[in-house]
Each structure stands twice: as C-alpha cells, then as structure tokens.
C-alpha cells in the first residue's frame, strides 16, 4: 500500500506563487506517469498537469504556460510549481500515479487546499 501526502496549499493573492509537494510511503512512482489533480466541491476531479518517467508533461489548457510539473525520484516527491494564481484555480490539489488506461493507480490521499483570493 502507497499513502500519498500532499502539502504545500495555503491562501495568496491573484498572481501569487505556491510550490505543492507530494510524496508517500513507498515508491510513489510504481508506474511511468505522475499527475497532479484538483477538485471543488460538486466538481469533477480534474487532471491539471501530468510528467513521465521520461521527463515528458502536459497540462490541461486552463493551466498551461502558468504551472509547472516536477519530478525528483531520488526524493520520491513530484512538484507542482504553480504562478500567475487565479481565484478560478482555488481548489483542493491531489497527486496520484496514473495507471495504463488512465485511471489513478493508488488510493487518495487528503489533498491540499489553494486558494486565491480577488
């Protein structure tokens, strides 16, 4: 069993910066693909940024050129730098490796809550 922690969330201002972490028991990186997540009560979990094993990312549109993914394997931890903050980007942020058909690989962990204030 993998227990992922995220951290790093807290309250900022329109265009502020915040830096998540994730890490957990275990090797967290048990599959090729790591992905941050975020959620709003009512809402769809949303995938927001995704890196490979290989170094490779994607970002959803609503992100992009603004967040970045990052991976430190020696650490087991995977980033999300996150700049240019929005009140739209408030939300509660979860990582979770992504299996093979695109679903999450491990059980949630608890999140961490952003929010940005107007």
């Known amino acids: 069993q993998v227990q992922l922690v995220e951290s790093g969330g807290g309250f900022v201002q329109t265009g502020g910066s915040l830096r998540l972490s994730c890490t957990g028991s275990?090797?967290?990186?048990?599959?090729?693909?790591m992905g941050w997540y975020r959620q709003a009560p009512g809402n769809q979990r949303e995938l927001v940024a995704v890196?490979?094993?290989?170094?490779?990312?994607n970002y959803a549109d609503s992100v992009k050129g603004r967040f970045t993914i990052s991976a430190d394997n020696d650490k087991n931890t995977v980033y999300l730098q996150m700049n240019s903050l929005k009140p739209e980007d408030t939300d509660v942020y979860y990582c979770?490796?992504?299996?093979?058909?695109?679903?999450?690989?491990?059980?949630w962990g608890q999140g961490t809550q952003v929010t940005v204030s107007s």
């Open positions: 979770n490796a992504i299996g093979r058909l695109g679903t999450p690989y491990h059980d």
């Open positions: 890196i490979t094993s290989g170094g490779s990312t």
């Open positions: 275990g090797n967290i990186f048990s599959i090729n693909r």
